[in-house]
């Protein structure tokens, strides 16, 4: 089993930055992180796989960014120009296998951006 470890969140004005880290207890091929809003569906928000590969969804790209750091098994992701629609739950999951399935899960980190 790998355990993820998360941190990084807080709150922050709108137009401002964050910095998500995301630790694993071994290497996984594909991490990403994911976002929990009330009333919303859980959504990835940015996924890199070991290779260097990355996606993003459409509402992020251009200001979030996200990398790994294979010899820390960590993944990162920087946020800026944040605005209140990215408020949510963020965490971090990992696979395996694929980019997009998910087999581990981290316990996930607040992010909230006032206006």
């Known amino acids: 089993q790998v355990q993820l470890v998360e941190s990084g969140g807080g709150l922050v004005q709108a137009g401002g930055s964050l910095r998500l880290s995301c630790a694993a207890s071994?290497?996984?091929?594909?991490m990403g992180w994911y976002r929990e809003a009330p009333g919303k569906k859980r959504e990835s928000v940015a996924l890199?796989?070991?290779?260097?590969?990355?996606t993003y969804v459409e509402s992020v790209k251009g200001r979030f960014t996200i990398s790994r750091d294979n010899a820390k098994n960590t993944v990162y992701l920087q946020m800026n120009s944040l605005k209140p629609e990215d408020t949510g739950l963020y965490v971090c999951?990992?696979?395996?296998?694929?980019?997009?399935?998910?087999?581990?899960w981290g316990q996930g980190t607040q992010v909230t951006v006032s206006s």
């Open positions: 999951g990992g696979t395996d296998y694929y980019a997009g399935r998910i087999d581990y």
């Open positions: 890199a796989t070991s290779g260097g590969a990355t």
């Open positions: 071994r290497n996984i091929y594909s």
